[in-house]
C-alpha cells in the first residue's frame, strides 16, 4: 500500500476514535445547508443589485460554462475539489465528466481524498490535481502581481471563452468569517470594478459579487504568521492538453 495511504489512514483513525461523531460530522460529511448573511460589501447574485451586475457585464464568457457545470464542495474542505471539478468539466478536458471518485482515482493524481478533507488543498496541490487530469494551469501568487495587473489578467480570461481562472483568498480580508478559500469567477463588471466568485460552498454562501480591489487583499495576506507566501489565484488555459509542458509554479 502506498505510504501516503497508510499515513492517512492512521490519521482518520486516531481522529475518529479521538473525536468520533464530532470528526465525522466536521470533515466527512455534507455540510447541512445553512445560509449565512453577506457583509454589505458584498452583493448576491440572486439579489435585484446582482442580477443588474450580471446583466450589465462586459466580461461574461466563462459564465455558461461554469454555471453549466458547477460543483458544490461536499465536504467541509473540499472547496478545491468542487473548483477542479467545475473548471476541469467546464474545459471538457476529459471524455466523460468527471466526479469526485474519479478526480481522486487517476493514478497520476498525488493526493489523497482522506487528506484533503482534513488539511484542505493549497494553490500548488490545486495545480498539481488538475494537471494530472490534462489542464495546463498557471500559479500566480499575489505577491507576483499588482492590483491592476491582477485586474488585466481578469479581464482578458473572462473575455475569453474556455479558459478559467480560479481565485484562492482569506475570507476574512471579506468581512466573512476566517478561513481560506477556492472558487472559480464566472463574470465581471466594469463600471463597478467587481467580479463574480462562484462560491462553492454553495451550502453556506450564494455565488457573490466582489470588489476587485477587496479580493486583491484577500489573495494577498500571507497564509500565515510563519509566512510570507500569499494565496493566489490559477488560470486554466484553454488549450489543456494531457502531456502539455506545465506552466511553472
Not at 439579489?47 to 461536499?74: I, K, R
Not at 457573490?208 to 509566512?227: F, G, H, Q, Y
Amino acid at each position: 500500500m502506498h505510504p501516503m495511504v497508510v499515513g492517512v489512514a492512521v490519521i482518520t483513525a486516531v481522529a475518529i476514535a479521538a473525536g468520533g461523531g464530532t470528526v465525522w460530522h466536521r470533515y466527512l460529511r455534507t455540510p447541512p445547508t445553512h445560509l449565512e448573511p453577506l457583509p454589505a460589501n458584498l452583493i448576491a447574485l440572486d439579489s435585484p443589485a446582482g442580477q443588474t451586475l450580471l446583466a450589465g457585464s462586459d466580461a461574461v464568457a466563462d459564465y455558461d460554462d461554469l454555471v453549466e457545470h458547477f460543483v458544490p464542495q461536499s465536504r467541509r474542505a473540499y472547496c478545491g475539489v468542487a473548483s477542479a471539478l467545475t473548471a476541469l468539466n467546464a474545459a471538457e478536458t476529459t471524455p466523460a465528466p468527471l466526479d469526485q471518485a474519479a478526480l481522486f482515482a487517476d493514478p497520476d493524481v498525488d493526493a489523497h481524498p482522506l487528506k484533503v478533507s482534513f488539511v484542505g488543498m493549497s494553490l500548488n496541490d490545486l495545480g498539481a490535481l488538475m494537471r494530472a487530469h490534462g489542464a495546463r494551469v498557471e500559479i500566480v501568487h499575489a505577491s507576483e502581481v499588482d492590483l491592476e495587473g491582477f485586474r488585466r489578467r481578469l479581464r482578458q480570461n473572462l473575455a475569453r471563452e474556455g479558459d478559467f481562472l480560479l481565485v484562492n483568498y482569506g475570507r476574512e480580508h471579506l468581512g466573512q468569517p476566517p478561513m481560506g478559500h477556492i472558487s472559480p469567477v464566472a463574470a465581471y463588471h466594469a463600471g463597478s470594478d467587481r467580479l463574480l466568485v462562484l462560491d462553492v460552498a454553495a451550502y453556506r454562501y450564494p455565488p457573490t459579487w466582489v470588489a476587485v480591489e477587496d479580493m486583491w487583499k484577500a489573495m494577498r495576506a500571507p497564509l500565515n504568521a510563519e509566512t510570507t507566501r500569499t494565496r493566489g489565484f490559477l488560470v486554466m488555459h484553454d488549450d489543456a492538453i494531457a502531456g502539455t509542458p506545465s506552466a511553472t509554479q
